[in-house]
């Protein structure tokens, strides 16, 4: 009896469920849907759903016109760029957090968080002078290293809650059977903490994909990912439905997919180990 | 055991990480400092000389800084009010046995990873457009006249945006949460008769009471630096003009940099004191 119950109630929750996840994830797909209208079909009232010319001219105008690939690969390499260069100086420092903590290994964590909560407004100025001194304006290595260093603690933070996962124990060993320190971490520790790395990586390279404040500041023409990409359909011209879709699709699928496969990782690093 | 060794190596290993985000923090903050207590004005001849508190107070009596405070406000409370909420019954909902779950799921995360500036653009135009917006047609269904949202209602379309946004975030760490609950006592309470709404009150939400206070403090600290969502949208036009934003628009439309650096101080202030309740929650954590 029991079961049926249960049945009935399952089909219920789920109705419910797919219900909201459609009305929740509707405007992304709808700008997919109308990514694939011409621009007259795009703006027709009422709004044609599926019975369309579906083309694929969008996607071909808006590389053609913004340079779709130059701003992806900016992209790819800033956001790549910064989660390695990241992801190389967090690893040693994790390490000795996590296995040779100290008197004020726990203060150093926490300034380190705190660092993260700068607001970016309150540093603009000072950043675009050092920028223009070093000539670092619109350059993709400038990029670079301030997305490295504004997700550096993250980074260190993901990776220390990782490496206190890995008992300590096997390390000792290590460590009796005359491995160096070097050997220690290269053989011993990173295979047991590649799990971990991979997803922090993956994490900060959406962060670093999506970030919106220093991209649109320090970029013009040459260094701008995707995120400059778009902004510069933000003044409307005609009918641009369309193409400000296909537009969109192309900025946000590739970080979509990665998304998907680190919805737990997400917490983690969002919440600096709060909520597990 | 730790030798003396390991420990220094240890430091040493430490010291690439730190170093850079001390210089990180205190070059560009000390920048800053410097120039709040300077007059400097880049398009008549640069720096000008000392100026005392005068930025600070400026910026304060100015008669943009108690509304941009105000935006501030609305913006995080009202967007935090909103994903709290729908966070939990989000949570609550994908926590049911449902078919396809792994599916709905994803449905629910995307927008999180839409970047702020699609995200802005895509309500911009598609949905909130007074003439061909989703919402428009939507109106003229129902015989309304459409409704120019981000002029007319500008902060109630920033907020629903900004929480279209972060709503995902508050559900997922909201479900994380409520999974780690202990099964057994809701089990418990379920055969000694409490109803769904007892069991809710007593039970589940004073167990979420950490995540809810968690997802509070980090959505805070993101919320009062949103500036892409403003900067694709309104331009700080019709009332959006945040704390962010006004000291967006001292440095680089006004440029006055003194003025904008003082500012920036305050914002920093104020983000801190925000960061204290968190890094107390987090450093609790670290103790266990």
């Known amino acids: 009896m029991a079961r049926a119950v249960s049945t009935r109630r399952k089909a219920i929750f789920t109705l419910a469920a797919w219900t909201v996840g459609l009305l929740i994830s509707f405007p992304i797909l709808w700008t997919l849907l109308t990514s694939f209208k011409t621009e007259a079909e795009a703006v027709a009232s009422p709004p044609s759903v599926l019975l369309f010319d579906w083309t694929l001219e969008n996607y071909r105008v808006v590389q053609e016109r913004s340079d779709y690939w130059r701003h992806f690969w900016n992209s790819v390499i800033i956001a790549g760029g910064s989660t390695l260069l990241g992801i190389l100086v967090a690893i040693p420092a994790a390490w000795s957090m996590a296995f040779v903590p100290g008197r004020r290994t726990k203060d150093i964590l926490l300034w380190m968080l705190s660092t993260k909560m700068l607001p970016a407004i309150g540093v603009l100025y000072p950043i675009s002078l050092l920028f223009v001194r070093f000539g670092l304006l619109d350059t993709r290595a400038g990029l670079v290293l301030v997305l490295m260093l504004i997700n550096l603690p993250i980074i260190v933070w993901m990776l220390y809650t990782y490496f206190r996962e890995i008992p300590g124990e096997i390390l000792e060993a290590a460590r009796m059977d005359g491995a160096t320190l070097w050997k220690e971490v290269l053989y011993v520790l990173t295979p047991m903490a590649v799990p971990g790395i991979a997803s922090t990586v993956l994490l900060n390279v959406i962060l670093a994909w999506n970030e919106a404040f220093w991209t649109l500041n320090l970029t013009a023409a040459q260094a701008g990912p995707l995120t400059a990409f778009i902004a510069s359909y933000s003044s409307p011209e005609g009918l641009f439905f369309a193409k400000l879709s296909a537009a969109s699709v192309m900025a946000v699928a590739p970080i979509l997919i990665l998304g998907w496969f680190s919805q737990r990782q997400l917490v983690r690093g969002l919440t600096f180990g709060a909520v597990k | ?288």
Request: a neutral charge; aromatic letters at 12%.
């Open chain 2, 1 to 288: 055991m730790a030798t003396r060794h390991s420990r220094s190596a240890a430091r040493a290993m430490m010291a690439p990480a730190v170093l850079l985000l001390l210089g990180w923090m205190l070059v560009p903050l000390g920048m800053t400092l410097w120039f709040s207590f300077r007059q400097v004005l880049p398009l008549r001849g640069g720096d000008l000389g000392p100026a005392g508190f005068d930025n600070y107070v400026r910026f304060v009596s100015s008669s943009r800084f108690w509304p941009a405070v105000e935006t501030t406000l609305v913006i995080v409370l009202g967007v935090l009010a909103i994903t709290i909420v729908l966070g939990i019954l989000l949570a609550l909902l994908l926590d049911q046995l449902i078919w396809g779950q792994g599916v709905v799921r994803i449905l629910v995360i995307s927008p999180f990873f839409v970047m702020p500036t699609v995200s802005a653009l895509v309500w911009k135009n598609m949905f909130m457009d007074p003439v061909n917006g989703l919402l428009a047609h939507l109106w003229r269904i129902f015989g309304g006249d459409p409704v120019v949202w981000l002029t007319d209602y500008a902060m109630l379309s920033i907020v629903l945006i900004v929480a279209w946004q972060w709503l995902p975030f508050a559900t997922l760490i909201l479900l994380t949460a409520i999974q780690s609950l202990d099964s057994e006592q809701v089990e418990a309470a379920e055969m000694d008769g409490a109803p769904p709404l007892q069991r809710f009150w007593f039970i589940i939400l004073p167990h979420l009471a950490r995540a809810i206070t968690v997802v509070v403090l980090i959505q805070t600290i993101f919320l009062l630096a949103i500036f892409a969502e403003i900067f694709v949208t309104t331009q700080g036009a019709f009332g959006t003009q945040t704390l962010t934003y006004l000291i967006f628009q001292r440095i680089t439309d006004a440029q006055n940099i003194g003025l904008g650096s003082a500012g920036g101080i305050y914002a920093i202030i104020l983000a801190n004191i925000v960061a204290i309740f968190l890094m107390r929650i987090v450093g609790k954590n670290l103790d266990r």
